[in-house]
């Protein structure tokens, strides 16, 4: 079964608009939240990572918000661009155990 | 520093077949991963190889194997191949047990 729960499972957003996708888990020994971007004929690239002893983390347009008592983490995009319309995958990892995978959201941001 | 990549890009195989997937890592990774995309399943995690042993392993059916050589480099071996194993397969480096790095996968499609 899927570990980490995606959603939702895509969004459009006007330009300059805020894109919002929110993730959740169950496993408590989960200790590192990546989230990756991907285009179309790509792999996923890394895009910002947090630590669960961390409530907030900032990177340029990109911010990830995490709630350890919630189990959920959410990464919100800024200022939107159509540059950033992709597909974006929040993961999860216990340990040096395997990376699991939310099922995908795709963002298109409408010019 | 060149990043990862993943011959071949395309491939075209029969039911029955079998076929051999190549990934070179990031110069000094030791750690290499592989996850099977696919629209219905979405990123799944097939093994993660470290110093030439696998250190982690998914749930896939034994027609998939792996093997890393001494210099980091690996390949995925799927024998007997079935028409769901049409799909995307991503090699993916780390350094570190957490960032990984993703090649642009190699897209198998069988007939």
């Known amino acids: 079964q899927q570990q980490v729960k995606q959603s939702p499972q895509s969004l459009i957003v006007q330009k300059g608009g805020i894109s919002i996708i929110n993730c959740a888990y169950e496993n408590t020994a989960f200790d590192y939240f990546p989230w990756y971007q991907q285009f179309p004929g790509k792999g996923p690239a890394l895009l910002i990572a947090i630590r669960p002893d961390v409530s907030e983390k900032k990177e340029g347009r990109f911010t990830i918000s995490f709630n350890k008592s919630a189990k959920q983490f959410s990464l919100h995009i800024m200022d939107s661009q159509p540059g950033d319309s992709a597909t974006y995958f929040c993961a999860a990892r216990q340990g040096d155990y395997k990376l699991s995978f939310g099922a995908g959201t795709t963002v298109t941001v409408r010019a | 520093k060149a990043g990862v990549t993943q011959t071949p890009r395309y491939l075209i195989k029969t039911r029955g077949q079998q076929v051999t997937l190549s990934c070179s890592p990031i110069?000094?990774?030791?750690?290499v991963s592989w996850y099977q995309q696919t629209p219905g399943q979405g990123l799944q995690f097939l093994f993660e190889y470290f110093s030439e042993t696998q250190r982690n392993k998914g749930n896939f059916p034994g027609r998939f194997s792996g093997r890393q050589f001494s210099n980091s480099r690996s390949e995925m071996n799927v024998s007997t191949l079935e028409l769901g194993d049409s799909a995307l397969y991503l090699c993916?480096?780390?350094?570190?047990?957490?960032?990984?790095?993703f090649g642009p996968g190699t897209r198998l499609t069988v007939l």
């Open positions: 993916a480096s780390s350094f570190t047990y957490r960032e990984q790095f």
């Open positions: 110069s000094g990774h030791r750690s």
